[in-house]
Nanobody, 125 residues
């Protein structure tokens, strides 16, 4: 079965950096686009970034553009999220997901069918 396992979350100070990883199994990883989402405390889950199957096309939410970078290593079936200049408003549970349909730039959560369990990121001020 499809499994997505996030790691790399933790507590970081204002302005710091973290790199999240999402290891995938049970799917043709190199054939699918992937995405990252987050759920801030008390808020709905929101789109962060997506990447095409080959890694050549990426798309970001305005809130993270210029600070976060999504990438992937198809040989390792892993997608990454490099987060720099972290702010308290970046505090959230971060999820990776497999894109089942729609263009890579689509932020619609219903276009994603498998989700990881999430990893907590807390930014202290």
């Amino acid at each position: 079965q499809v499994q997505l396992v996030e790691s790399g979350g933790g507590l970081v100070q204002l302005g710091g950096s973290l790199r999240l990883s999402c290891a995938a199994s049970g799917l043709m990883f190199s054939s699918v686009a992937m995405g990252w989402f987050r759920r801030p405390p008390g808020k709905d889950r929101e789109f962060i970034a997506s990447i095409s199957s080959g890694g050549g096309v990426t798309y970001y939410a305005d809130s993270v553009k210029g600070r976060f970078t999504i990438s992937r290593d198809n040989a390792k079936s892993t997608v990454y999220l490099q987060m720099n200049s972290l702010q308290p408003e970046d505090t959230a549970v971060y999820y990776c997901a497999r894109k089942a349909r729609g263009p890579v730039y689509s932020q619609a959560q219903q276009h994603y069918d498998y989700w990881g369990q999430g990893t907590q990121v807390t930014v202290s001020s």
